[in-house]
């Protein structure tokens, strides 16, 4: 008598929950028709408008048991601050806490020309790569992707570009923000204007240091000037101004200057003026 084994039942093939905005249904039912034909089966309810807990209940088994998670992400998801989807993306990216940081569930679809650093979506979100499928018509990078899900090879998540930019943005240094002018208090007259000088003192520096280059670099260049010939000039010449070609003169070496703000290029920079002031005089 022969023994007969267990027969293996065939493997059934990956789940994604498909999750989008009511205003964005066209999108999602193409999704949803292209997913199986690329080897995924496709978790999709559209009973939302008349579920209750037992529907608020289905939804949340099934992120908790599909295989991978796809958001459907638009300009409308963006407009919208409320929605059953952002519940629904909130629960995905619960589940991820539980996941390695290698391990591939969170699978966003662009389905417009919305980008990341304008999306209204969870930080988790930025941690992957997205993928763009317009209208939610299939593409051939969607049907890459899903197909080598399908066959168990996992898809490395990249950092998005918006992540990228928030570090870079972090190591620019900050620019000074105007100080908040002094509040006058009863009894406190002399102090106040105290204040009003040392906070106009503040905006002017502020200001100044975001002027352009040149600029900065001309009233370094006629601050020294001033102050090498206030000692070498007699008194009668200290109130002549400068003349208007000097000026125009003053500000082409300034703009075509390359140097940095330091002293030895100030320095440099102020040398080939006087060499010019010598040359006309």
Same mark, same amino acid.
């Given at each position: 008598?022969?023994?007969?084994?267990?027969?293996?039942?065939?493997?059934?093939?990956?789940?994604v929950?498909?999750?989008?905005?009511?205003e964005?249904r066209?999108?999602?039912?193409?999704?949803r028709?292209?997913?199986?034909?690329?080897?995924?089966?496709?978790?999709?309810?559209?009973?939302?408008?008349?579920?209750?807990?037992a529907?608020d209940?289905?939804?949340?088994r099934?992120?908790?048991?599909?295989?991978?998670?796809?958001?459907?992400?638009?300009?409308?998801?963006?407009?919208?601050?409320?929605?059953?989807?952002?519940?629904?993306w909130?629960?995905?990216?619960?589940?991820?806490?539980d996941?390695?940081?290698?391990?591939?569930?969170?699978?966003?679809v662009?389905i417009?020309?919305t980008?990341?650093?304008?999306?209204r979506?969870?930080?988790?979100?930025?941690?992957?790569?997205?993928?763009?499928?317009?209208?939610?018509?299939?593409?051939?990078a969607?049907?890459?992707?899903c197909?080598r899900?399908?066959?168990?090879?996992?898809? $490395?998540?990249?950092p998005?570009?918006?992540?990228?930019?928030?570090?870079?943005?972090?190591?620019r240094?900050?620019?000074?923000?105007?100080?908040?002018?002094?509040r006058?208090?009863?009894?406190?007259k002399?102090?106040?204007?105290?204040q009003?000088?040392?906070?106009?003192?503040?905006?002017?520096?502020?200001?100044?240091?975001?002027?352009?280059?040149?600029?900065?670099?001309?009233?370094?260049?006629?601050?020294?000037i001033?102050?090498?010939?206030?000692?070498c000039m007699p008194s009668?010449e200290?109130?002549?101004?400068?003349?208007?070609?000097? $000026?125009?003169?003053?500000?082409?070496?300034?703009?075509?200057?390359?140097g940095?703000l330091?002293?030895?290029?100030?320095?440099?920079?102020g040398?080939?003026?006087a060499?010019?002031?010598?040359?006309?005089?």
């Open positions: 008598m022969s023994a007969i084994g267990p027969v293996d039942s065939p493997r059934s093939p990956p789940s929950f498909l999750s989008y905005a009511s964005d066209p999108a999602a039912q193409a999704i028709d292209a997913l199986p034909t690329f080897g995924l089966e496709v978790w999709y309810d559209e009973s939302g408008l008349d579920g209750g807990d529907w209940q289905k939804i949340r099934q992120i908790r048991e599909c295989d991978f998670f796809m958001p459907l992400i638009s300009s409308q998801t963006a407009a919208r601050p409320e929605g059953y989807f952002r519940r629904e909130r629960l995905a990216v619960e589940r991820t806490l996941m390695a940081d290698d391990h591939t569930f969170l699978l966003p662009v417009d020309d980008i990341q650093a304008g999306a979506v969870p930080e988790k979100f930025l941690t992957v790569q997205w993928l763009r499928v317009p209208g939610g018509r299939p593409t051939a969607l049907e890459a992707v197909r899900l399908a066959s168990g090879q996992p898809v $490395a998540p990249q998005a570009r918006k992540t990228l930019d928030q570090s870079a943005a972090r190591l240094p900050r620019a000074r923000e105007y100080p908040q002018f002094p006058e208090e009863p009894g406190q002399v102090r106040f204007w105290v009003v000088v040392g906070w106009a003192f503040q905006s002017s520096w502020i200001f100044f240091q975001r002027s352009p280059r040149w600029v900065r670099i001309v009233v370094y260049i006629w601050v020294s001033a102050l090498l010939s206030r000692g009668h200290h109130s002549e101004s400068i003349s208007p070609a000097d $000026a125009k003169k003053l500000k082409e070496i300034s703009e075509n200057h390359r940095t330091s002293r030895a290029d100030i320095a440099k920079l040398a080939q003026i060499r010019e002031s010598r040359a006309q005089s």
